[in-house]
């Protein structure tokens, strides 16, 4: 049986701030709305930065933390909605400035759910035996999708990037990983991308931008994001007490609220970064991860839960002693 754990984990936001109050300036909105129906205060924004210069930050700072030859390195999965090309990938670019070997690279789109896709699919690509030291990477420039001039979603989102390196372990550290997804052919949390369809007729293609119906996501969040917890813990025997602490999505504090409620954990064991960063989509679970770390939340021998939910619908979640 081939175990794996986390060697280390890092991760990058840019340097521009725009605060609540800069917000107001965009849209008719105020830091009390945004404070008590999401609990944001600021978002962290790329300006002449792109998804590959997030992640590049993030993967060197991981490495790092890992103290991973990057030569090492045999499979990298980037999770992400905003690649800076349709081909070639954030994964192939990073290659190419981490100076990795010539190993398999790919990005994964299941967006807010992202990381635990690629965490998944590379957690079991070493267990199978074929690869031994993966860099996984959440990295997203969502404020590049953002309308700008809708107050019910620009107010929501920021960018990011978090990186972790996992490979083979002696004892069992990622213990189970889960995913699922449900069509959301409604298109309650939809963006069109570019419209291609007819490109001959339409000349100038136009960049679709961020729709959501934030009811609606706002009920799916409530019910997936526990349930997931709960049948991590019925699936591996463990009890909630059992667990260190959650480290959740940051798309709402409301959501992660609620989610605590129903679960009857305690809110001062749930990671909460969102105030900072806003929702940085597939970013949002590594950078918490890598801030709890940091900030010694989580720490060597914690057991930790981690879940998401996105578009798509997606959503994921993992047991995890660190
Ligand atoms: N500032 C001020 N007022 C606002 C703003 C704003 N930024 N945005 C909306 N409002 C107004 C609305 O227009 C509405 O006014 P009305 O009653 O006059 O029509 C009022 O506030 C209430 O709006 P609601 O949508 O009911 O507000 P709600 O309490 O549901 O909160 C929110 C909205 C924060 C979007 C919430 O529904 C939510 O968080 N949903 C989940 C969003 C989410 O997690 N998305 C994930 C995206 S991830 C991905 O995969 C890309």
């Known amino acids: 049986m081939i175990y794996t754990e986390i060697k280390g984990t890092g991760s990058y936001v840019p340097s521009r701030v725009l605060t609540n109050e800069d917000m107001s300036k965009i849209v008719d909105t105020n830091d009390e709305w ?21 992640a590049e930050h993030a993967s060197k700072k991981a490495l790092e933390d890992a103290n991973v030859d990057p030569k090492d390195v045999d499979l990298v999965i980037v999770a992400t909605v905003t690649p800076d090309n349709a081909f070639p990938g954030i994964a192939q670019l990073l290659q190419k400035r981490l100076g990795l070997n010539e190993v398999m690279c790919f990005d994964v789109n ?39 001039s809708d107050r019910n979603t620009c107010v929501l989102f920021g960018d990011a990037a978090g990186a972790m390196v996992i490979g083979t372990s002696e004892t069992n550290k990622i213990k189970d990983v889960i995913c699922g997804s449900k069509s959301d052919d409604e298109g309650m949390l939809i963006c069109k991308g570019v419209d291609t369809k007819d490109p001959h007729v339409n000349a100038v293609s136009t960049q679709d931008h961020i729709h959501m119906n934030g009811r609606e996501v706002f009920k799916f969040a409530t019910r997936i994001m526990p349930q997931t917890i709960k049948d991590l813990m019925e699936r591996n025997n463990m009890e909630l007490d059992d667990l260190n602490y959650i480290v959740a999505h940051q798309a709402n504090a409301r959501i992660i609220d609620k989610a605590a409620r129903d679960l009857k954990y305690p809110m001062d064991k749930m990671f909460m970064n969102i105030q900072k960063y806003g929702n940085t989509s597939a970013a949002s679970v590594p950078l918490a991860i890598d801030e709890a770390i940091k900030e010694k939340k989580l720490k060597k021998g914690d057991l930790f839960a981690t879940v998401a939910f996105g578009g798509g619908f997606t959503w994921g979640g993992a047991l995890i002693e660190l």
């Open 34 to 54: 945004i404070v008590s129906r999401t609990g944001i205060k600021e978002r962290h924004v790329v300006t002449d930065e792109y998804t590959i210069d997030l």
């Open 110 to 148: 299941a967006a807010c759910s992202g990381f635990l896709y690629v965490l998944n699919i590379a957690d079991k690509m070493i267990k199978s035996g074929a690869y031994k030291t993966a860099l996984i990477v959440g990295a997203e420039t969502l404020t590049r999708l953002t309308d700008w």
